[in-house]
């Protein structure tokens, strides 16, 4: 059981009021196109999203629905020649606006956990030196006390022997080991906002079930929003406050996590939920959505999900683009959306 986050986290209660007012993260008709081999593609279209202070919000949909760089242009992580459009603003400031050592302070406020941790911590550093890093070059920290810091963290999130640890290397880690380094090196930033490239999708289940319950614990201790990316509707359920699926670039739906499980209002939202295993009433055969996923670059001006869709009509391809309806508990990107309900919670045949 973790019961503090020592000299790690946001103290809420120092924080003057006036930083409060207003979501942490908005994002308001987001474009996104990136130069691929010389040619244009638009890998975002229209999404908008926010997320309040200490929210955790889910990103779920097929690989290619545009999670990753969702996440990527939030914390401006972009490649060379990227062209994003719309708004973004991270407590109170504009992302797309800032350059240089602006953005780096601003950006400094999150942190991101990769999907392979041993993809971004260097194979011939000690993990020590990557833990310590930040607090001394940004923070400005002592060597002993970001030693002791860091050996701190490292015991939050389950490591043992922490002295020896901080002296091995990452190949002598194993990759759940290496996931919690990655947690622990987030947090020690102290930032607002975590953003979560599905951390668990190479680990055991048990060991991803030890993983998000560490994760969960230490982002509500210290007051952290998150930003969840994930393939997996029922861990976004169990840790997300909020669940947001995307579909070739798009946002198509948006709710409670646990209300989007008992009444999903796009097509697509319900079809992922039928895909899933069921232990209580096991199936001979899983539901699978046909055809293939695609790229917004690939998508109609109309329903992306269209040509999918069982419950296409001549209306659905005939208005344009599909606006986002925003309503008071939901937001749903589908024209049938009202008219499908019952029979996407299965009221009806």
Not at 46 to 52: F, G, H, K, N, P
Request: with cysteine.
């Amino acid at each position: 059981m973790i019961t503090s986050v020592p000299h790690a986290g946001v103290n809420l209660a120092t924080r003057s009021p006036l930083e409060y007012s207003g979501p942490l993260v908005e994002v308001d008709g987001l474009n996104l196109t990136l130069e691929v081999n010389g040619a244009k593609r638009q890998v975002l279209r229209d999404v908008s999203l926010t997320i309040e202070r200490g929210e955790a919000l889910a990103l779920v949909g097929e690989s290619g629905a545009g999670k990753s760089m969702t996440a990527r242009t939030i914390a401006q992580l972009l490649p060379d020649r990227a062209t994003a459009t719309g708004t973004i603003r991270f407590d109170g400031h504009d992302l797309l606006g800032l350059r240089g050592e602006s953005l780096r302070r601003v950006r400094s406020e999150m942190a991101v956990i990769f999907q392979d941790p041993r993809a971004y911590i260097n194979p011939v550093r000690r993990i020590g030196d990557f833990l310590t890093e930040q607090l001394r070059t940004v923070g400005h920290v002592d060597r002993q006390q970001a030693t002791q810091r860091a050996q701190q963290m490292l015991s939050e999130v389950g490591i043992t022997d922490t002295a020896r640890r901080m002296r091995q290397y990452p190949g002598d880690l194993s990759g759940g080991m290496l996931q919690r380094v990655m947690i622990a090196a987030a947090l020690l930033g102290e930032p607002k906002l975590i953003l979560a490239d599905e951390p668990t999708t190479a680990l055991d289940v048990t060991t991803q079930s030890e993983v998000m319950a560490i994760l969960d614990e230490l982002r509500h201790a210290a007051g952290v929003a998150l930003l969840f990316i994930t393939h997996d509707l029922d861990l976004a359920a169990a840790v997300c406050d909020r669940t947001t699926v995307m579909y070739a670039g798009q946002i198509v739906e948006s709710q409670e996590s646990v209300a989007l499980h008992h009444d999903p209002r796009h097509p697509y939202t319900a079809a992922l939920a039928a895909a899933r295993p069921d232990l209580e009433r096991p199936k001979s055969r899983l539901a699978a959505i046909p055809g293939h996923p695609i790229g917004a670059w690939e998508a109609a001006d109309t329903c992306a999900f269209g040509p999918r869709c069982p419950f296409q009509q001549s209306s659905c391809t005939a208005s344009g683009p599909v606006p986002l309806t925003i309503e008071s508990s939901y937001a749903v990107r589908c024209l049938r959306a009202d008219e499908l309900g019952p029979r996407l919670r299965g009221d009806v045949e």
